[in-house]
């Protein structure tokens, strides 16, 4: 079955410091996948996404991640960490068969001044 | 302009009550979709329209029903409200279902309290 492992749920993390979110996929084929955040009170707003090529994906706000297919994994990172990137990210993979997300259970971030 | 547009963005409501969330999008896609988020954060999906067709239907109550009236729009009916169905609701929307390969774009979200 298809699903996404965030293993984080909460990580806290100094303003300036750098940041990797974890994901790991289960997907039978090449996957399709996307990160989102959430701020608090607000909708999802995609970062950046996977479809082929290039493993290294550059995103919006400074974030980029890297798909790794040996490892089935999609990690988040970001060099240096603003304040307000402080929110809930959510990794998703794209379901070929009827094109809907599916989601991890996502990880809060925290950033300390 | 709101590219993705719910009403209302808050509602609460009796248990047994029956209530209306509304979704339109301006981007002119032809896919439509409802995920629930639980209180742990858990989005999951409910249902899909393309082109005001259901393309998927995730064991959701059948008090649970959606409306296409045109591709702009994808309301969602819920009858009998529980306890349970607490939770925020988003639309979202797509160019097509393109298995997965498009980007969706979010609602705000409607939060929904059931007392």
């Known amino acids: 079955a298809q699903s996404v492992t965030q293993p984080d749920i909460h990580i806290t993390v100094s303003e300036g410091a750098s940041l990797e979110l974890r994901c790991n996929y289960s997907?039978?084929?090449?996957?399709?996948l996307f990160w989102y955040v959430q701020s608090p009170g607000q909708g999802l707003q995609l970062l950046l996404k996977?479809?082929?090529?290039?493993?290294l994906v550059q995103g919006i706000k400074g974030f980029e991640a890297e798909f790794k297919r040996s490892q089935s994994s999609f990690n988040l990172r970001k060099p240096s960490v603003h304040w307000s990137d402080a929110a809930e990210y959510f990794c998703a993979v794209g379901r070929r068969s009827q094109g809907n997300l599916i989601f991890g259970k996502g990880t809060k971030l925290s950033v300390k001044p | 302009d709101t590219a993705v547009s719910q009403t209302p963005k808050y509602l609460v409501t009796q248990m047994g009550n029956d209530k209306s969330i509304k979704c339109e999008q301006n981007?002119?896609?032809?896919?439509m979709y409802w995920y629930k988020q639980d209180s742990k954060k858990f989005l999951k999906i409910m249902f899909s329209?393309?082109?005001?067709?259901?393309?998927i239907n995730e064991t959701v109550p059948n008090r649970f029903s959606p409306k296409s009236p045109d591709k702009a729009h994808l309301n969602l009916h819920i009858n009998s409200l529980e306890l349970g169905d607490s939770a925020v609701y988003f639309c979202?929307?797509?160019?097509?279902?393109?298995?997965?390969?498009?980007?969706?774009?979010f609602g705000p979200g409607t939060r929904l309290l059931v007392l």
């Open positions: 979202a929307s797509s160019r097509s279902t393109s298995g997965g390969l498009e980007t969706q774009y």
């Open positions: 981007l002119g896609h032809d896919t």
């Open positions: 997907y039978g084929a090449t996957p399709y």
């Open positions: 996977y479809f082929s090529g290039d493993t």
């Open positions: 329209y393309n082109n005001k067709e259901l393309i």
